[in-house]
């Protein structure tokens, strides 16, 4: 079995469904990556990042995490030496209402998704602009909170040259693009001290993943934070998956492309043996006849229990 990339799976799938179209092999990429993502999943695909850390700075409660950020496997403050406590964040604010922002030492910390890195400081427009000359076509669309109002607006990029919404956010709901851009889309807020956002070029919609540390840091240190790496899609023809499943991609996604076509038959037997396929292949992950499971015990940090 040899792993292919993106455009010949596309092209592969189109060939068995008699139909090599580009429109439909833009749909093939749909389906393409549904598939993977769904044997990612079921195999429990982990890549691990074991070394990523991160300074606090003093008084600052909040920090954005990398984007291939998926699930974090422990949290440490390494330079006080303490073993941080995960809570949810109704939680945190049901069981620390009163003191959530007071500073100290971090004891706990919550895992939360916002749609920007950062939320401005203060009331603020929004500085918008590309790392590319060529994106002058490009719609960036925003929702947020102006005068305690809900309001929406579109800014059309200028290329490198920064362009200002037209009204000042106290708080941003959503940010997205019209289409893929050619180069990646800054924006900030507040004379462009925060950063609100830093939007790829095939990405459409802003969603990050950030971490709330309680106590709010009263000192610099340094928390690690090794975290399970997030998959992304296929997006160019020559990206390859990350596991060497090319043919079950297939299997997966030719069953899709007949369902499409309304081919009900033929995509009942794809899905078969892409079900099979699958089950194989979960199989030969998890036979390690020397593999031992081994299970560590943790301290249950008495402080949170009420």
Not at 22 to 28: D, K, Q, V
Not at 54 to 69: G, I, K, R
């Amino acid at each position: 079995m040899a792993n292919k990339s993106f455009s010949v799976l596309k092209t592969n799938c189109g060939t068995e469904v008699q139909d090599t179209s580009t429109s439909f092999a833009t749909i093939l990429g749909v389906f393409i990556n549904r598939r993977y993502f769904q044997i990612l999943r079921a195999t429990n695909w982990k890549n691990i990042k074991p070394d990523y850390s991160f300074p606090t700075v003093a008084s600052t409660q909040n920090y954005a995490l990398p984007d291939d950020f998926g699930k974090e496997i422990a949290c440490t403050d390494v330079t006080n030496k303490l073993s941080l406590t995960k809570c949810d964040l109704e939680e945190l604010y049901r069981s620390y209402a009163e003191a959530l922002t007071t500073t100290g030492s971090v004891e706990r910390y919550v895992i939360y998704d916002d749609v920007v890195k950062a939320q401005p400081t203060a009331t603020s427009k929004l500085n918008i602009v590309s790392s590319s000359a060529s994106d002058t076509a490009i719609t960036v669309h925003i929702k947020g909170i102006s005068s305690s109002v809900e309001v929406y607006e579109s800014v059309t990029l200028t290329g490198t040259t920064a362009v200002d919404s037209a009204n000042s956010y106290t708080s941003i709901k959503s940010i997205s693009k019209s289409a893929a851009s050619v180069g990646y889309v800054t924006v900030t807020s507040n004379s462009a001290t925060v950063t609100n956002a830093l939007i790829p070029r095939e990405t459409l919609e802003t969603r990050y993943k950030l971490i709330k540390l309680h106590y709010v840091p009263s000192t610099v240190a340094t928390i690690s934070l090794p975290y399970i790496m997030k998959p992304t899609p296929l997006s160019q023809d020559y990206d390859y998956p990350l596991l060497d499943i090319a043919d079950l991609i297939e299997l997966g996604s030719i069953a899709d492309a007949w369902r499409y076509k309304r081919q009900s038959t033929k995509s009942q037997q794809y899905e078969l043996l892409f079900q099979q396929g699958l089950q194989d292949y979960m199989f030969e992950m998890e036979n390690e006849p020397n593999k031992i499971t081994q299970f560590a015990p943790v301290t249950f940090n008495q402080e949170d229990l009420f």
